[in-house]
């Protein structure tokens, strides 16, 4: 609940500076610094791409080179010496991901996807993360669920 805490009123700079930059600053820290670097460019990708998959389908990058670079920083905090307590947590962050990443769905379709004109990014958010929940909104609306062969995107 931290994570949803932490961006309940997100400042103007959550993605001021590309999370890419801060990964790899991380590294030139001290490690306590490092900690907290990674655990904010983590923490930030979890969000990003469980609270806002559609906004990143209209970006350069998209929502796999968020969930990756997600993933990574949470491996990366698993394997941090001083903070071997919670190495587990990490690790298990980072090996389910999109797992996480749909729970942060299901709580934005609570409620950013109640008008009936937002049915298409509903549609691109299952398109993206084959959420359940997803698909059973979209047959709620009368929508059955179907993805494109995996060589096309649309």
Known sequence: MQLLEGYARPGRELLDRPLAL?????????????????????????????IFVDSLERSLVGPDYYAALGRT?????????????????????????????????????Q?????????????KRWLHTRGRREADLLLRRGIIPFAPPSNQRH
């Open 111 to 123: 409620e950013l996807f109640r008008r009936q004109e937002d049915t298409v990014r509903l549609y």
């Open 73 to 109: 920083a949470y491996a990366r905090l698993s394997a941090q010496p001083p903070r071997a307590s919670l190495a587990e947590l990490f690790g298990e962050l980072a090996g389910r991901f999109p797992e996480f990443v749909r729970v942060l769905a299901e709580i934005s379709a």
């Open 22 to 50: 801060d990964y790899l600053e991380a590294f030139h820290l001290p490690a306590s610094q490092r900690y907290e670097k990674l655990k904010r460019v983590a923490d930030t990708a979890l969000f990003i791409t469980g």
